[in-house]
Each structure stands twice: as C-alpha cells, then as structure tokens.
C-alpha cells in the first residue's frame, strides 16, 4: 500500500483520477501494521486528491471490517470478491464506476414529522450514522459516490392514527441530499417532502426494484437474528419463495444469484 501511494503522488493528474487500488484479505503484517497508524496516513492521503478502493479477497481471518474502515477513510468503496464474475463485473463491466467518482461527501438526512410518524428506524447503515447537526458540517467527512453506483437507504415507519388512513396529500416529513461537486467543488443541496402519497396500499404493487431492495434488507435481519419489528417472523424459505414472484426481475442475473444464496442459506439452516 505505502508503495501505491508512492507511485499515486509521483503521477497524480491534478484534476484527474488518482487511486489506489488495494486487493487484500485486510490482515496487515508488513511495515505500519497498527490499525490507527495505516487509517491516519490513508485519510491524510485522501486529503490529498487521492482515493483508496478496497478489494476484499480471502476467507478465514479475514478482516472485512478493517477493509470497509479503509475505503471509507480514503473516500473510496469497499467490495469483496469471491468468485472470477465478481471480479469481472468490478474490474470490467463497472470501471468507471471503480475509478471515478461523481460526488464527494455526499449524504442523506431524513426529518419525519412527529405528528404523521409515531416510530422509524434505519435498517443497516450503522456505522455510516452521524449526527443531525454535522448534516451540513461540510467539515465532518461523509460518502463518496462513483459513476453508475447507487446508495439506498430503508426506513421502518409506523404511521400515527391520522396519518395511516390519510390520503391527502399529508406531510410525513422531509428527505435532504447534499454532496460536493467532483469538478467544481461546490456543495450542492437539495429537499423534497415525503407524503402519504408516496405510499402503497400493498407491498406487492410497488416497485420490483424496491420490492427486491427490502429483500434484501429482510435476509441481512433473518441472518444477525435480531428478530426486530417487520421482520421478525420472517423464514429464510419465506423470503425465497417470495423472491420467485418478482417475474419482471427473473433474468437479471444478480437476482438470481441472490435467489441461489438465500436457497443455499435456507438448506444450510434446515440441516
């Protein structure tokens, strides 16, 4: 890594990519092994101009949270490759995405109103939460979003009495996105309220992209077991068999790799 920062800073483009790419299991054994000691020289390098993307490889000792602290202090992303498709799909099917990056400190904040919303909560994304009041602390460091990437957020809400049966245009509260320009380095922000007519009377007749979305979202929950409100009774065989009505997404070859995993992972549990 020391030696691809070296060779980053000798050919850095100013206004050009500049990245470090580090394929590891994330067990550092050579030179600066202290987690800290390599955290602080990636960040003063991301400072820099110059990014860092993780690639996870390796099974055993493994360190994947070490390797998400690192692309998240370079202002990179982090993946983890398992098989020659996955390696292709990040190295050759989405290496613009890899490399460049369209939006730096880019993050969301959602207000619910109290009045509408009576309990939300944020469904993953821990250790990506900060606090309210650093939203728009452009000096408090957030995400960095590459060409083609998408980033969803899920939240769990339980409406208040009024708000349930209202369909009337009614305010549940607000969501904010703000980011830096990549070329500009101007902050931009924009806000849109959410409604109640943003809701579906029915699950099954939203959208199959966010149908797929909560999915995954449900197996992530069934597996950490924290049996939490909606997805609490929740089955591995349940969440399969409900991914097979999904017939507008059956030949995206990700979703059926999806479908494969959650199978196998219902097999493994039923033995």
């Not at 060779?7 to 050009?16: I, P, S, W």
């Not at 290496?95 to 939006?103: F, I, K, M, P, S």
């Not at 509408?116 to 408090?140: C, Q, Y």
């Not at 809400?157 to 703000?178: H, I, K, N, P, W």
Request: net charge negative; hydrophobic share 40%; glycine share 8%.
């Amino acid at each position: 890594m020391d030696l691809g920062y070296r060779l980053a800073h000798d050919a850095f483009v100013e206004g050009g990519i500049n990245r470090v790419i580090l394929a590891s299991d994330g067990v550092a054994n050579v030179g600066v092994t202290d987690a800290n000691g390599i955290l602080d020289r990636v960040r003063e390098d991301a400072e820099d101009g110059i990014q860092l993307v993780t690639v996870g490889f390796g099974m055993g000792n493994y360190n994947d949270t070490f390797m998400e602290q690192l692309a998240d202090n370079g202002d990179g992303f982090y993946a983890y490759v398992d098989t020659l498709e996955e390696a292709e799909r990040l190295f050759v099917d989405d290496l613009t995405g890899t490399l460049q990056t369209v939006a730096m400190d880019a993050r969301v904040q959602v207000e619910f109103d109290e009045e509408a919303v009576s309990e939300w909560r944020l469904v993953g994304h821990e250790n990506r939460d900060m606090d309210d009041r650093d939203f728009r602390n452009d000096e408090v460091d957030a995400g960095e979003i590459g060409a083609g990437h998408t980033v969803t957020a899920l939240y769990e809400v339980r409406l208040t009495g009024d708000a349930a049966y209202e369909r009337s245009d009614m305010d549940l509260g607000t969501v904010s996105l703000r980011w830096q320009e990549v070329d500009s380095e101007q902050t931009k922000e924009i806000t849109r309220p959410i409604t109640t007519d943003d809701l579906s009377d029915r699950f099954r007749s939203t959208d199959p992209r966010f149908q797929l979305s909560v999915m995954v979202a449900e197996y992530a929950e069934i597996l950490r077991g924290d049996g939490r409100a909606y997805f609490s009774d929740a089955t591995l065989d349940d969440l399969a068999e409900d991914l097979w009505r999904l017939d507008d997404l059956d030949n995206d070859p990700d979703v059926r790799e999806f479908i494969d995993l959650v199978e196998h992972a219902a097999s493994l549990r039923s033995r």
